[in-house]
């Protein structure tokens, strides 16, 4: 089938054709859940056996802008090699990718509607207790496998090549690294807070920092990263943590992902200004968010670094001294990617609902200007940064 984007009907024939995943009698229902910035997702359900699949198909353009933008397809291949090469590495913390379609760009996977996005989970208030633990697993076995480190240096060059990213990353370089820095048409921000805006596109020290981190963005090919780690794209339950949608995934900088965790654990925290009204709760549950940041560095460090010992294959990285500094390099990228990824969600073009549905701009207002003063102190710190604690100290201080 050449491609076009299916229609609910579609989608209903393509998924009764799969083999081995629904009985001859399904009564399939189907419904088009997809919440996202880019794609379809259809859920696909048989109401008789209970069996039931997710199919993602990727649109030619950016849904969150319209047809003006354009994206490659290749993303699609993309993701579901990238989720089959993480299922590999890290069992269970990825859904199952069942079949890939090229010509439709479509990835047949595990249903995982007995989980919810994190973003709306935490909005809700719910803590996951073992969200550190998975979530530092998961990027340490992937980041650390797909490395220098991991793997053959020549395979891992030829991984690289079926990683390349090109659209995908320039969004990011464009939505992370330039956009907010200066007066973007793409950007959007209330209007409450045009000053605090201002001042971001006036301070030179910021810009600098910033683009370093770009660069790193841009040259720094160390690992294969999921590219888009937000709260967003991992599915939860008390139990058990999925990573989903790395259609972002290239070769790039480790700190990337993990400063994607952190921030968005960030811009929940600021975001609890609107949502927890008692100051004892809001403040208690801000703790437990803190405490996740802190345990999400605890948890990948631990697991990375007993990797290294384990598994290293790389006889110069036995040198004396080099881990310890390797380890300072990435907890520093990562303080400062998660800067950039948190500014970028209160000025740049695509926002997050932890702060995007406060229905008071005055509250609204004051939350951003926390997560953008978090944000752009962790920037100013990267470089400098000794210790996840100065992350914690940081928030503390902006979110008095
Ligand atoms: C045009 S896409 C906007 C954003 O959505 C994705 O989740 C990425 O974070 C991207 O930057
Ligand atoms: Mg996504």
Same mark, same amino acid.
């Given at each position: 089938?050449?491609?076009?984007?299916?229609?609910?009907?579609?989608?209903?024939?393509?998924?009764?054709?799969?083999?081995?995943?629904?009985?001859?009698?399904?009564?399939?229902?189907?419904?088009?859940?997809?919440?996202?910035?880019?794609?379809?997702?259809?859920?696909?359900?048989?109401?008789?056996?209970?069996?039931?699949?997710?199919?993602?198909?990727?649109?030619?353009? %950016?849904?969150? /802008? $319209?047809?003006?933008?354009?994206? #490659? &397809?290749?993303?699609?291949?993309?993701?579901?090699?990238?989720? =089959?090469?993480?299922?590999?590495?890290?069992?269970?913390?990825?859904?199952?990718?069942?079949?890939?379609?090229?010509?439709?760009?479509?990835?047949?996977?595990?249903?995982?509607?007995?989980?919810?996005?994190?973003?709306?989970?935490?909005?809700?208030?719910?803590?996951?207790?073992?969200? %550190?633990?998975? /979530? $530092?697993?998961?990027?340490?076995? #992937? &980041?650390?496998?797909?490395?220098?480190?991991?793997?053959?240096? =020549?395979?891992?060059?030829?991984?690289?090549?079926?990683?390349?990213?090109?659209?995908?990353c320039k969004i990011t370089e464009d939505l992370i690294f330039d956009d907010p820095y200066t007066d973007s048409s793409n950007n959007n921000y209330n209007?409450?807070i045009r000053e605090e805006v201002e001042k971001l596109w006036r301070d030179e020290e910021l810009h600098l920092e910033v683009a370093l981190l770009r660069e790193s963005f841009l040259t720094h090919?160390?690992?294969?990263?999921?590219?888009?780690?937000?709260?967003?794209?991992?599915?939860?339950?008390?139990?058990?943590?999925?990573?989903?949608?790395?259609?972002?995934?290239?070769?790039g900088p480790?700190g990337f992902?993990?400063g994607a965790?952190v921030a968005?654990?960030l811009l929940?925290?600021a975001?609890?200004?609107?949502?927890?009204?008692?100051?004892?709760?809001?403040?208690?549950?801000?703790?437990?968010?803190?405490?996740?940041?802190?345990?999400?560095?605890?948890?990948?460090?631990?697991?990375?670094?007993?990797?290294?010992?384990?598994?290293?294959?790389?006889?110069?990285?036995?040198?004396?001294?080099?881990?310890?500094?390797?380890?300072?390099k990435?907890l520093r990228d990562t303080i400062g990617f998660a800067g950039c990824k948190m500014v970028r969600r209160i000025v740049g073009l695509a926002h997050?609902?932890?702060?995007?549905?406060?229905?008071?701009?005055?509250?609204?207002?004051?939350?951003e200007t926390i997560a953008l003063n978090i944000g752009k102190a962790l920037i100013k710190l990267n470089r400098k940064a000794?210790?996840?604690?100065e992350v914690?100290?940081i928030a503390?201080q902006y979110?008095?």
């Amino acid at each position: 089938m050449s491609y076009h984007s299916l229609s609910l009907e579609e989608a209903i024939r393509y998924a009764a054709n799969l083999p081995g995943i629904f009985p001859e009698n399904a009564d399939l229902q189907v419904r088009e859940i997809g919440d996202g910035n880019l794609n379809l997702v259809f859920h696909i359900k048989d109401s008789r056996s209970g069996a039931s699949v997710i199919m993602k198909q990727a649109l030619p353009y %950016a849904k969150v /802008v $319209g047809e003006s933008w354009p994206l #490659t &397809l290749d993303r699609a291949r993309i993701e579901s090699e990238a989720l =089959q090469l993480q299922e590999s590495l890290c069992p269970g913390l990825v859904p199952h990718v069942y079949a890939f379609d090229q010509e439709l760009a479509l990835t047949v996977m595990e249903d995982l509607s007995d989980h919810i996005i994190m973003r709306k989970g935490l909005i809700e208030g719910n803590r996951y207790p073992l969200f %550190a633990e998975h /979530v $530092g697993k998961f990027m340490a076995h #992937t &980041l650390f496998y797909t490395s220098d480190l991991g793997m053959n240096q =020549q395979a891992k060059k030829q991984q690289v090549k079926r990683f390349v990213n090109p659209e995908l990353c320039k969004i990011t370089e464009d939505l992370i690294f330039d956009d907010p820095y200066t007066d973007s048409s793409n950007n959007n921000y209330n209007p409450l807070i045009r000053e605090e805006v201002e001042k971001l596109w006036r301070d030179e020290e910021l810009h600098l920092e910033v683009a370093l981190l770009r660069e790193s963005f841009l040259t720094h090919a160390e690992a294969l990263l999921h590219g888009d780690l937000h709260t967003g794209s991992i599915f939860i339950t008390p139990e058990s943590t999925k990573m989903i949608d790395p259609e972002f995934a290239y070769y790039g900088p480790m700190g990337f992902d993990i400063g994607a965790v952190v921030a968005n654990l960030l811009l929940n925290y600021a975001g609890q200004e609107g949502w927890i009204k008692d100051a004892g709760q809001r403040s208690e549950f801000r703790q437990y968010l803190l405490d996740t940041v802190r345990d999400v560095w605890g948890h990948f460090s631990r697991n990375f670094v007993q990797l290294w010992e384990r598994d290293n294959v790389d006889r110069m990285a036995r040198t004396p001294g080099y881990r310890d500094l390797y380890m300072k390099k990435i907890l520093r990228d990562t303080i400062g990617f998660a800067g950039c990824k948190m500014v970028r969600r209160i000025v740049g073009l695509a926002h997050v609902a932890d702060i995007d549905t406060i229905a008071d701009p005055q509250v609204r207002a004051h939350a951003e200007t926390i997560a953008l003063n978090i944000g752009k102190a962790l920037i100013k710190l990267n470089r400098k940064a000794e210790s996840i604690e100065e992350v914690i100290a940081i928030a503390e201080q902006y979110a008095k």
